[in-house]
């Protein structure tokens, strides 16, 4: 079975550092881009960026480029979001999902990571 | 950058009755790059439609998608109970993705 498994919710205070994960399974990992979608609560679906892990090829959402990190790690089937410094306004779910049936719409989905940053 | 508008915001309808969904781009866009997803509360999204008109896998055949050029629509032939939830609509273009900002099904 093609799954995405996302590590667990975090809580965080402002200025931390986050590193979040993706694990995918039941497929080669390194053929298929993987995508991070933000979902601020009561809010709608948010593109993130994207990466391929076969060569770590990585695209960034303008609203996204230079506040977070995209990553792989495909000896472990693993894509990574991460943050530098936390805000409030990071506070929000996080899905990774990937295309595979087609590249440009997301066909499968994790079960996406809350992340509660709080003072 | 396209923009993608949804209308209804909110659409309040009975089991049974038939839903029609808009998504408007900002400008012309490929048929071939525009898909939909339907979000329940608590669980994550699901695609329903991809390239305007093509069901993905294990979605049934009361959910349709229609449209070219900057209309596209998602219509559910006959409301389920399951089918109350919020769907968004997707474009992809040169590495960009972009969402919709989603039509709430709700129940009369």
């Known amino acids: 079975e093609v799954q995405l498994v996302q590590s667990g919710a975090e809580v965080k205070k402002p200025g931390e550092s986050l590193k979040i994960s993706c694990k995918g399974s039941g497929y080669s990992f390194t053929n298929y881009w993987i995508g991070w979608v933000r979902q601020m609560p009561g809010k709608g679906l948010e593109w993130m960026g994207i990466i391929y892990p076969g060569d770590s090829d990585t695209r960034y959402s303008p609203s996204f480029q230079g506040q977070v990190t995209i990553s792989a790690d495909k000896s472990i089937s693993t894509a990574y979001l991460q943050w530098r410094s936390l805000k409030a306004s990071d506070t929000a779910m996080y899905y990774c999902?990937?295309?595979?049936?087609?590249?440009?719409?997301?066909?499968?989905w994790g079960q996406g990571t809350m992340v509660t940053v709080s003072s | 950058e396209i923009v993608l508008t949804q209308s209804p915001g909110t659409l309040s309808l009975s089991p049974g009755e038939r839903a029609t969904l808009s998504c408007r781009a900002s400008q012309s866009i490929s048929s071939s790059y525009l898909a939909w997803y339907q979000q329940k509360p608590g669980q994550a999204p699901r695609l329903l439609i991809y390239?305007?008109?093509s069901r993905a896998t294990g979605i049934p055949d009361r959910f349709s998608g229609s449209g070219s050029g900057t209309d596209f629509t998602l219509t559910i032939s006959r409301l389920e109970p399951e089918d109350f939830a919020v769907y968004y609509c997707q474009h992809y273009g040169r590495f960009l993705f972009t969402f919709g900002p989603g039509t709430k099904v709700d129940i009369k």
């Open positions: 999902a990937m295309t595979m049936v087609t590249y440009d719409a997301f066909d499968i």
């Open positions: 390239g305007a008109s």
